[in-house]
């Protein structure tokens, strides 16, 4: 088995890149120090043989010995915590490279090997997430290197017995049912906007639409630090990764009769900025001194694990063609939890997007509460398959009654952000933004309304829902996935087939070891080479064969419905006792007065931009 | 001084009013307009025109020779405050001169109109130019993270390419009605970018920077914008870019005091040809490529930077036996802003007046000049 995945820093690769300007400010302890002439060097900063910085007092001639005691003073590293990456504006998402070392696959192997045995009463219940998106990625790489073609459902089997057998994780589950939850709330969400956004006209408190996803945690990233006016469109259901957090810890550790923080949650996630999305506080219980995710690792991270321990994904396990147990109640052997009703639903498949498919879970809501009234859908490609439009409309009148995009990457998120403040009058971006561009603006504004709608003709209704991903693709191609298999050597022909001199014809290809990110050097370099492989976001090829991996092999399809009406039952019921057991902790725990939290629901927060930055001359 | 150069560099006007260093200067391609932006934060625009007095008899604005000097005057017409909170670093006109854009420190690029018609219709060719109606924000266009460093707009004016210190450039499509979509944002320099350059025909967008390189993007009909060459040979900062009127050639300045020219060698493929050095002792920050007034050939390379030496070549294909191109130094100014850094240096491209440029120096000034022969 030949990954390429092995996790670097440099490796980083979601699509916002970290800010030069970074403002967490170097702290200043203002000690109380005699004042020496202006100009002398008082201190020197010196390093020992362990790397430690220390600063000594200079020998002052003039004050011999005078400062008998230990005139050495040892520094304290500069760190950059979590929490002050959130607060700050300088990146526009996530300091990546911050959150690498805390939430890493070494802090996992290090909590489990601290982990007491489970005799002892410190013992915390180790629990392993993964993403459907993860399994996809894993068995389209697996499969590449092999003669027959591994599911996902095989992949979640070894994955499995590798985190239970290797790492001594005691459960391990797929986040396909906590989507599952994510998608029932969403679509709820989505009906409660519409409703309260009919009444008024304003929507006010209720949120506006459009609705936008909220899975993305690297579009929050950027919303809440870029273009807070996007706030109130975004939706507040949780991502699946923080449903999944608050099953497993709000309602499976208590069946397990453990508290919150007697459970360790592992996450493993396609995508970096998902270890942000776990640090925030907002899923950070304060009563028990938990996260809801503990740590998230990557694809990348999983795969190097498997390595380090030496396990060969390849190679098949026991049971790992049975089919999927289907019913909540009944017990799991193959993923070998002995009891009882601490199972989940696995693997449930949710057509539409590989990302997801929470637009189609609207598409789907609206259609059925239109119900008698049959509707067409109608779809539109705008230029790549990471901008489409879906329209919903009245089979008799035409009439739209929901429309909806799919929007993936940077780009495309710019022209939904524009597009979005454009439909419902707010002002995009910063500052002097709308002073400058208040008048014409206004003007137009009037002009659209006299000719309803922007491009005219039948675009009487905006956007209702916009299922916004930060990544090209989607999530299959998030930055945390496995990379190809490195291609071979960089093609020295060009693409009329001529040998080419790189050097000669003044083409700069990295030196391996300082190309700015291993793989990604290659890639850039690849870019020069042939146009057809565009961007340092591996081959677009290889994200449509992880794509294939995701929706590949479903035998148990046929009962994919009643596995949807069993899922449903079991998530209403889930609802209820963790609606139930919040009211509980909250009469038990002076927990802040008056309404109880949506168990699936969060909030964002905007941060403020005060960078000043350095005065740029040039 | 090199007495024994075939032309000379004549100022005809020196025109004050920013208080801040000036940027960079742009000539309108379809009026009679020079515009400067400014770290004052504002737009000043000049209208230019030949003295009646002086081409009465010839009618013929490209009189030569010394009178030249005297035949364009260049009067302040209007004054754009901007709204831009921080320096305004670039600028550039649609080409239909009709819309300008502002690309400012303050991360933001303006795109700005003049207010629709009081009923007085198109200005005439040469009546006076921007005339008095007032220009306003048409449109903000935000995204860049930090300081916008470039702006251009492609050959066709469809497309409007920005660059900045956060290390993209964005490639902005420009839509009816002031709106406009990104179609890229483009992550390939490794640090700052200086500049942004559209091929004078085609779409295909260059951009300089601070990591030394050249980068060269193409639209992938399929897919969105993709870097298809990275020049490298630059030794530091590359700050400006100019490409060859005819689009075969491509000229780069750098801190390293030189200026390259690579040459197109495929589709999607340029080569190094030619490299010029010792022409400036500080950083070259600005060259501009204009047709000139020489006997055909490829045109006048001109050059400016912090040294305030302004050099101007003429530029002709390689002669036989040759795969260099030919350039010849035909004309030399030093303290063309007295002791100041010169920011910026461009050509007007409008028939007639080929043979005239302008300049933006630290000392807030800008400067017309015209090339006369000696």
């Known amino acids: 088995m030949a990954f390429s995945g092995a996790l670097t820093l440099t490796d980083l690769n979601d699509f916002i890149t970290p800010s030069q300007a970074c403002i967490k400010p170097v702290e200043q302890l203002n000690k109380p120090e005699e004042i020496l002439e202006p100009g002398a060097a008082s201190t020197e900063i010196r390093i020992d043989s362990s790397g430690s910085y220390y600063e000594v007092a200079k020998n002052e001639p003039s004050r011999p010995s005078t400062v008998p005691q230990n005139p050495e003073n040892k520094l304290q590293q500069a760190q950059i915590s979590l929490n002050d990456c959130l607060a700050c504006s300088g990146c526009i998402t996530s300091a990546e490279s911050v959150l690498i070392t805390l939430q890493s696959h070494t802090e996992v192997l290090a909590f489990l090997a601290s982990n007491p045995p489970p005799a002892s009463a410190a013992h915390k219940v180790p629990v392993l997430s993964i993403a459907p998106q993860t399994l996809a990625s894993l068995a389209a790489s697996v499969s590449s290197g092999s003669r027959a073609p591994v599911a996902p459902r095989q992949i979640l089997r070894r994955v499995a017995a590798f985190a239970r057998e290797a790492l001594g994780f005691e459960r391990v589950y797929d986040t396909t049912f906590a989507r599952h939850l994510a998608l029932r709330e969403h679509v709820q969400e989505y009906f409660e906007r519409r409703d309260g956004a009919g009444q008024d006209g304003s929507g006010s408190g209720s949120g506006k639409l459009p609705m936008l996803a909220s899975a993305c945690p690297g579009w929050i990233c950027y919303a809440e630090k870029a273009h807070a006016e996007m706030l109130p469109f975004i939706a507040r259901t949780k991502s699946p990764q923080q449903v999944m957090g608050t099953l497993v810890k709000a309602w499976l550790a208590p069946k397990w009769g453990k508290r919150p923080d007697e459970v360790y949650h592992v996450a493993v996630m396609p995508c970096y900025d998902k270890k942000l999305e776990a640090s925030r506080q907002d899923f950070y219980s304060e009563l028990y001194a938990t996260r809801d995710v503990d740590c998230v690792i990557t694809t990348g991270e999983l795969e190097l694990l498997m390595r380090e321990k030496g396990w060969d994904l390849s190679v098949p396990v026991e049971h790992e063609d049975e089919p999927l147990p289907l019913s909540s109640s009944s017990s799991s052997p193959s993923l070998g939890t002995p009891d009882d009703d601490a199972a989940l639903p696995e693997l449930l498949t949710h057509p539409g997007t590989s990302s997801g498919s929470y637009l189609h879970a609207l598409i789907d809501a609206v259609t059925r509460a239109v119900a008698p009234e049959p509707v067409a859908l109608s779809v539109k490609t705008v230029r790549t398959a990471d901008y489409a439009e879906y329209a919903l409309a009245r089979r008799d009148t035409g009439t739209v009654v929901f429309r909806g995009a799919t929007c993936y990457g940077f780009r495309n998120l710019q022209n939904v952000v524009r597009r979005v403040g454009r439909e419902a009058g707010v002002r995009v971006g910063r500052g002097a933004a709308g002073r400058m561009a208040g008048a014409r603006v206004r003007r137009r504004g009037g002009a659209a309304a006299a000719t309803t709608g922007s491009g005219g003709g039948e675009e009487d209704r905006g956007l209702d829902y916009v299922e916004v991903m930060a990544c090209p693709g989607g999530c299959v191609n998030g930055g945390g996935q496995l990379r190809p298999i490195a291609e071979a050597a960089q093609d020295a022909k060009d693409p009329e087939g001529f040998a080419r001199s790189w050097a000669d014809s003044g083409v700069h290809l990295p030196e391996t070891n300082a190309a700015p990110a291993g793989e990604e050097g290659a890639a850039s370099g690849d870019v020069a080479l042939a146009p057809q492989q565009p961007a340092s976001w591996g081959s677009k090829e290889w994200t449509k064969v992880v794509e294939r991996s995701y929706w590949q092999d479903l035998p148990a399809w046929a009962q994919a419905e009643d596995r949807l009406a069993e899922a449903d039952a079991l998530a209403a019921r889930i609802t209820s006792e963790i609606y139930a057991s919040q009211l509980v902790q909250a009469s038990s725990a002076d927990a802040p007065e008056g309404i109880q939290p949506a168990p699936f629901r969060t909030q964002y927060h905007a941060v403020e931009s005060d960078v000043v930055g350095l005065a740029v001359k040039w | ?374």
């Open chain 2, 1 to 374: 001084m090199s007495s024994d150069l075939p032309y000379t560099i004549r100022c005809i006007a020196t025109l004050e009013g920013h208080h801040d260093r000036a940027w960079q200067v742009a000539w309108n391609p379809a009026k009679p307009l020079l515009a400067s932006c400014s770290a004052d934060k504002s737009v000043r625009m000049y209208a230019y025109s030949t003295k009646p007095s002086v081409s009465a008899g010839s009618d013929d604005p490209s009189a030569v020779g010394a009178g030249r000097a005297d035949a364009i005057a260049l009067t302040h017409v209007s004054t754009i405050p901007t709204g831009h909170t921080k320096t305004v670093r670039s600028i550039a006109w649609a080409p239909s001169g009709r819309t300008l854009a502002t690309g400012s420190f303050d991360a933001n690029i303006g795109v700005w109109e003049q207010e629709e018609g009081d009923g007085d219709g198109e200005d005439g060719e040469n009546g006076g130019g921007g005339g008095t109606r007032e220009w306003e924000c048409a449109t903000l266009l935000e995204g860049h993270e930090t300081e916008c460093k470039g702006v251009a707009y492609s050959a066709g004016g469809e497309l409007l390419a920005t660059c900045s210190r956060d290390k993209t450039v964005w490639i902005w499509e420009v839509h009816p009605d002031s709106d406009f979509e990104c179609m890229g944002v483009l992550m390939e320099h490794t640090q700052d970018v200086k500049c942004v350059a559209w091929h004078p025909s085609e779409q295909i967008l260059a951009s300089a920077s601070y990591d030394d390189t050249i980068k060269l993007y193409a639209d992938d009909p399929d897919e969105d914008w993709v870097c298809v060459q990275t020049l490298a040979g630059h030794q530091s900062t590359v700050w400006a870019l100019a490409w060859s009127p005819c689009g075969t050639y491509l000229a780069s300045a750098s801190d390293d005091l030189t200026i390259k020219v690579w040459k197109r060698a495929g589709e999607h493929r340029w080569e190094g040809n030619l490299e010029i050095k010792g022409a400036h002792t500080r950083s070259i920050y600005s060259i501009s490529w204009g047709k000139g007034k020489g006997d055909g050939g490829l045109g006048w390379l001109t050059s400016t930077g912090s040294d305030g030496k302004i050099n101007v070549w003429d530029i002709q294909e390689p002669p036989e036996g040759s795969k260099e191109l030919e350039h010849k130094l035909i004309a030399s100014l030093s303290s063309s802003h007295d002791i100041n850094d010169v920011n910026s240096v461009a050509w007007c491209a409008r028939a007639g007046y080929e043979d005239m440029f302008a300049t933006a120096g630290d000392d807030g000034l800008v400067k017309a000049w015209v090339v006369v022969p000696a």
